[in-house]
C-alpha cells in the first residue's frame, strides 16, 4: 500500500512536466496511475471479501505511538476503488477541460489529492491519518483557486481551508484524546477497545472534537455553507473532490470509528441529528437554486446529511442503507457534474431554470444526465431506487423519535426527485424553441458521465455486483460483525415501497410548483442573509481586524524599540527569578586569567566600546563584528573549533550583509538625545549583566552534563563520526537540523519575496 | 567603485574558498567542519565575488539560482530521511556503507553525508539570495 501511495505522489512530482505536454495527452497518460492502482486494489476485494484485512506498518515516531501504519479492510477498499475508479476518469476528463491552457499545475495539485486522499482511507493511525486529512484540504485549496486571478475563486478556496481546517485542528485534538482513552493510536487497536473508550472520562470530549472534524469535512449544517462556495472550482474538481471524494472523508471517519465512539446516546442524539437537519435544508436549498453547480452542491449536502443521519442511526439496516448510499451516490453525483461541466464548457452557461435543448445538441451527454438522475431522483431499476428504499427502511427502523425521522427522509427525497427532474429535463429537454446544432462530444468527455451513468443502471439492475463483496465489506467494518447483504430492487409490498410510492407523487407535484413556490419564497431568501455564512464573514472579520491591531501595537516596525521590549522582558524577568532562586553563583579569580586570553577580552571590550562611540553605523558594524571574531578565538582557546569557525564564518556573512543594507541609509542625522540613551544604557547593563550572573552560576553547579558524555561516547560506534558536533547536527539530532534549515529556507524566501516587491514599486 | 586589488584578490580567492568549502564540508563528519560552516564560506566566497564585479556577475557564476539551491538542498535532506524508511528504519536514520576506492583507499559513505550535503546547499541558497538580492541594482 505504501507503494501505491508513493505512486501516486510520484506521479504528483511528474505532473508538472507531463503538464508541458498538450494537456489531453498529459489527461490520459496521469489517468494510467489511477488506473492502475484500481486493479491493484480490486485484486485485493478477493481477500477482503472473505474477512482478511490487510495491514502494513513503518515506524514513524515509535516514542509516541506514531507509526506510519495502513489499514485496508472492507470499508477501505470501497473508498479506495471510488477514488481510484472515479479518479481515473476524472484525469482523463480534466486533460480536455483544460485543453487550452497548460495544467501542470492543476494536474500536480490534483495528484497531490489522490494521494492525500488514498492515503487518509488507507491510514492505519490516528496520527497518520490526520496527516492525510490536512494534506486533502491544502490540496482542495488550490485546486479551488485553479483560476486565482479571480477574487471569488480565492475566497472561497481560503473558506474551504479555514472550515476545514479549523475542524481538522479539532479532530487532532481530538484523536490525541481518544488516543489517551483507548491507550493506542492504531486505529486496529482501538477498534477492539469500544468498550473501554466508551466508558472513559475522556470519551464526550473527544467524540465532541472528533465530529467537529467531520462535520466540517462533510459539510454539516452549520458548516455547510463552504461547499457550495467551492463550485468556484473548475468542474473535474468539484466531481471529484466535492462530491465523490473529499467531502465523504468525513462519513468515512464517522463509519471508521463507528465501532469504537458509537451507539451511545451521545452520539446517536448528535450525529443523527445534524445529519437530520443537513438532509432536510440541503435538499430544500437544492431545488431553489439556478446554477447547476450550485443545484448540485446543495444536492451532495442533503446526500452526505443523509449518509451521517444513517450512521447516526446505527442499526444494521441504517448502516448498510448509509454504506449503499455512498456508493449510489458517487456513481450519479460524478457522472451529473461531470455533465454539468461539459454543459458549461460548450454552452458557456450552467441555468437550470431557463428551459434549453440540449438533447439535439450533445445526445449522449444527456442521456448519461438521464440515467444519473434517474438513479438520483430514486426511480426503479436504477440505483438509487435501492439506495432510497433502505434510508426509508433504516429511518422506519430507528429505535427512536418515532414517525419524525421517516418525515424527516421522505421530505428530503421529495426534493430531492424534484431537484433531479429539474436538472435533467429544463437543460435538456425544455422549451420548444431553436435547436441547438448537433455536436458530438469528444470522448473524453463523454467517457466519465456514460460510464457512471450506465453503472448506476448496472448496479441496480444486477444488486449482486456489488452486494456481497463491497457492500458486506464495509457494513462488517462499521458495525464490527458480519450480517448477509442481499440487495434487491423488489421487496414486495412494505411501508418503505409505500412511502416510495408517496414520494414519487409528490416529487411530481412539487416539481410543476416549484416556480410559484420559489416566488413565494422569494421574502425568505433575506433570512438567508442571516445564515452560517455571514457567521463565517463577521468572524473572519473579527479575526483579521484583531490581528491588525495587534499587529500594530507589537510589530510596529521600529526595530530598536523590538529590541527593547525583547530585552526588557529577559533582563526583568531573568534577574527576577534569579534573585529569587536560591543557586548561588561564584567569582572565578580574575588574575589566573592567561596573557592570551586577557587579551581577547580586551580586544572584546574594545570592540564593544568602539560600536557605542562610533559616530558611523559601517563602523559600529565592523565593530560588532570584531566582538563577535574575539568570542570565537575564546571558543578556539577552549578547544571548540568547530563552533569557532562556525561562528566565524556567521560573523563574516552578517557584516557583509549589514554592509549592504548600510551601504543604503543615510549616515546618522540625529543622535539619540542623552535621556533615551540614558535608557537605552541601563537596559543594556541590566541584560548584559544577567548573562553575566547566568555564566557564573553555572560555573557554580560545574559543567557536568550526562548529554555531552553521551554523545562523545555514542559518535563513533552510532554516528560513524569523530567530531562529535556533527554527528550531533546531522545524525542525532537531524530533525532538528531538519527544521532549522527549513526556517533558515524560508526566511530566504521571506526576504527575497521583499525585495522583489520593492524592486517592482521601484520601476 | 572598482579596486584593482580587490578584484586580482578575489579572482583568486573566489576558487580557493569554493575548494575550502568543499573541504568543510567532506571532511565534517571527523574534523572540524561540516555543511553549515562550508555553505557559509562558499556564500562569503560569492558575496566577494561580487563586491568586486557586481553581484550580478557572481549570480551567473552560480550553477542555479539560489532558491533552486535551497529547494534542492532541502529534497536532499528529506531524501536522505527517506532513505531509511524505505529500509524498514526510521525517518532519518543514518545508514553508512563502506566503499573500497582505488585513490583516497577506504572511503565510508552514509545518508549524513547526504543531509549534510543538503545543509551546505540551503545554507549556500539563503544567504545568497539575500546577499545577492540586497546587492543587486548597484
Keep these: 500500500m505504501l507503494f501505491a501511495l508513493s505512486a501516486v505522489f510520484l506521479m504528483a512530482m511528474a505532473a508538472p512536466w507531463l503538464g508541458r505536454l498538450p494537456s489531453r495527452m498529459a489527461g490520459w497518460v496521469l489517468s494510467l496511475v489511477p488506473l ?42 470501497m473508498f479506495t476503488l471510488l477514488i481510484t475508479g472515479v479518479g481515473t476518469l476524472i484525469f482523463i476528463y480534466a486533460g480536455r477541460y483544460f485543453h487550452e491552457a497548460p495544467a501542470g499545475r492543476f494536474f500536480l495539485w490534483l495528484s497531490v489529492f489522490t494521494g492525500a486522499m ?34 471569488s475563486a480565492r475566497k472561497a478556496a481560503l473558506q474551504a481551508l479555514l472550515v476545514t481546517g479549523l475542524g481538522g485542528q479539532a479532530f487532532l485534538a481530538g484523536s490525541l484524546l481518544l488516543g489517551m482513552a483507548g491507550g ?73 470509528l463507528s465501532p469504537v465512539l458509537g451507539g451511545t446516546e451521545a452520539w446517536t442524539v448528535t450525529v443523527a441529528a445534524i445529519g437530520c437537519v443537513t438532509m432536510v435544508a440541503g435538499a430544500v436549498m437544492a431545488l431553489f437554486q439556478s446554477d447547476m453547480k450550485r443545484l448540485l452542491a446543495y ?54 431554470t431557463s428551459p434549453r435543448r440540449l438533447f439535439r445538441k450533445m445526445p449522449i451527454i444527456a442521456s448519461s444526465a438521464v440515467l444519473a438522475g434517474l438513479s438520483m431522483a430514486g426511480l426503479p431499476p436504477f440505483f438509487g431506487y435501492i439506495g432510497k428504499e433502505l434510508i426509508y427502511e433504516g429511518a422506519l427502523k430507528a429505535p427512536f423519535a418515532g414517525f419524525l425521522l421517516p418525515t424527516a ?17 429544463r437543460p435538456f429537454f425544455g422549451g420548444t424553441g431553436e435547436t441547438p446544432p448537433f455536436h458530438i462530444s469528444p470522448p473524453e468527455f463523454f467517457l466519465g458521465p456514460a460510464i457512471l451513468g450506465l453503472s448506476s443502471l448496472a448496479v441496480g439492475i444486477f444488486p449482486g455486483l456489488v452486494d456481497s463483496t463491497l457492500i458486506a465489506g464495509a457494513t462488517k467494518s462499521v458495525l464490527a460483525r458480519e450480517i448477509p447483504v442481499h440487495l434487491a430492487l423488489w421487496h414486495g409490498i412494505n411501508t418503505a415501497f409505500l412511502l416510495g410510492i408517496l414520494t414519487f407523487g409528490a416529487g411530481v407535484l412539487l416539481y410543476a410548483f416549484r416556480d410559484s413556490l420559489e416566488r413565494c419564497l422569494q421574502g425568505a431568501t433575506r433570512f438567508a442573509a442571516l445564515g452560517p455564512a455571514r457567521w463565517y464573514e463577521w468572524s473572519l472579520a473579527v479575526l483579521n481586524g484583531t490581528a491588525v491591531r495587534q499587529t500594530r501595537l507589537l510589530q510596529h516596525g521600529r526595530l530598536n524599540l523590538y529590541v527593547l521590549i525583547l530585552f526588557m522582558t529577559i533582563a526583568g524577568l531573568g534577574l527576577y527569578t534569579f534573585f529569587r532562586g536560591e543557586g548561588g553563583w561564584v567569582l572565578p579569580n580574575l588574575l589566573d586569567a592567561r596573557i592570551s586570553e586577557a587579551t581577547v577580552a580586551g580586544l572584546i571590550l574594545a570592540s564593544a566600546f568602539l560600536s557605542i562611540a562610533s559616530p558611523s553605523r559601517l563602523a559600529a558594524v565592523v565593530a560588532m563584528g570584531g566582538v563577535g571574531y574575539g568570542v570565537a578565538l575564546i571558543y578556539v582557546q577552549f578547544g571548540a573549533p568547530d563552533v569557532a569557525m562556525t561562528q566565524f564564518a556567521v560573523e563574516t556573512v552578517t557584516v557583509i550583509l549589514f554592509v ?40 557554580e553547579t560545574g559543567n557536568e552534563s550526562r548529554l555531552s558524555g553521551f554523545f562523545a561516547e555514542q559518535a563513533y560506534p552510532e554516528g560513524h563520526g569523530r567530531n562529535i558536533v556533527n554527528v550531533i547536527l546531522v545524525d542525532f539530532r537531524a530533525l532538528d537540523t531538519m527544521g532549522e534549515i527549513t526556517v533558515l529556507s524560508l526566511a530566504g524566501l521571506g526576504v527575497y519575496g521583499l525585495l522583489k516587491i520593492r524592486k517592482r514599486k521601484e520601476g | 567603485m572598482k579596486s584593482l586589488i580587490l578584484s586580482t584578490a578575489a579572482k583568486y580567492l573566489l576558487p580557493m574558498l569554493l575548494l575550502f568549502s568543499a573541504y568543510l ?26 563586491f568586486a564585479f ?49 585513490g583516497p583507499g577506504e572511503w565510508k559513505i552514509g545518508t549524513p553525508l547526504l543531509f549534510d550535503l543538503g545543509v551546505f546547499l540551503v545554507v549556500i541558497g539563503a544567504t545568497l539570495a539575500v546577499l545577492l538580492g540586497l546587492g543587486r541594482e548597484d
Design chain 2, 25 to 50: 564540508l567532506l571532511r565534517g563528519h571527523d574534523m572540524p567542519g561540516g555543511g553549515f560552516t562550508g555553505g557559509l564560506v562558499a556564500a562569503a566566497g560569492f558575496s566577494l565575488h561580487g
Design chain 1, 299 to 352: 444536492s451532495t449536502v442533503n446526500a452526505l446529511g443523509t449518509m451521517v443521519f444513517l450512521l447516526g442511526i446505527g442499526t444494521e439496516t441504517a448502516v448498510k442503507a448509509a454504506i449503499v448510499y455512498v456508493l449510489v451516490h458517487s456513481l450519479y453525483k460524478g457522472a451529473l457534474f461531470l455533465v454539468a461541466g461539459v454543459v458549461d464548457h460548450e454552452t458557456g452557461s450552467r441555468n437550470v
Design chain 1, 118 to 151: 488514498l492515503g487518509l482511507v488507507l491510514a492505519g493511525n490516528l496520527i497518520t491519518l490526520f496527516v492525510f486529512w490536512e494534506l486533502t484540504s491544502i490540496s482542495s485549496y488550490f485546486l479551488i483557486a485553479t483560476d486565482h486571478k479571480k477574487e
Design chain 2, 54 to 102: 557586481g553581484m550580478s556577475d557572481a549570480k551567473r557564476l552560480l550553477p542555479a539560482r539560489p532558491l533552486r539551491l535551497v529547494g534542492a538542498g532541502l529534497l536532499l535532506v528529506l531524501g536522505s530521511g527517506v532513505f531509511a524508511m524505505m529500509k524498514g528504519d526510521p525517518f532519518l536514520t543514518g545508514t553508512w556503507t563502506t566503499l573500497t576506492l582505488p
Design chain 1, 409 to 425: 427522509a421522505v421530505t428530503a427525497n421529495l426534493f430531492l426527485f424534484a431537484t433531479a427532474a429539474l436538472l435533467v429535463l
Design chain 1, 184 to 256: 493506542s493510536l492504531e486505529i486496529a487497536d482501538l477498534l477492539t477497545r469500544g468498550e473501554a473508550v466508551r466508558s472513559h472520562g475522556l470519551y464526550l470530549p473527544a467524540l465532541l472534537l472528533i465530529l467537529a472534524g467531520a462535520f466540517t469535512k462533510s459539510a454539516q449544517v452549520p458548516f455547510h455553507f463552504w461547499l457550495p462556495s467551492a463550485m468556484e472550482a473548475p468542474t473535474p474538481v468539484s466531481a471529484f473532490l466535492h462530491s465523490v471524494t473529499m467531502v465523504k472523508a468525513g462519513v468515512y471517519l464517522l463509519a471508521r
Design chain 1, 660 to 699: 549592504l543594507v548600510i551601504h543604503r541609509l543615510p549616515s546618522y542625522v540625529r543622535l539619540s538625545s542623552r535621556t533615551s540613551r540614558m535608557r537605552d544604557g541601563i537596559i543594556a547593563l541590566g541584560t548584559g549583566g544577567l548573562m553575566t550572573l547566568l555564566v557564573l552560576a553555572v560555573l
Design chain 1, 36 to 77: 492502475a492502482l484500481t486493479f491493484f486494489f480490486l485484486g485485493k476485494l478477493g481477500a477482503v471479501a472473505d474477512g482478511r484485512t490487510l495491514t502494513e506498518s513503518w515506524p514513524w515516531v515509535p516514542g509516541l505511538g506514531v507509526d506510519l501504519s495502513f489499514y485496508l479492510d472492507g470499508l477501505s477498499l
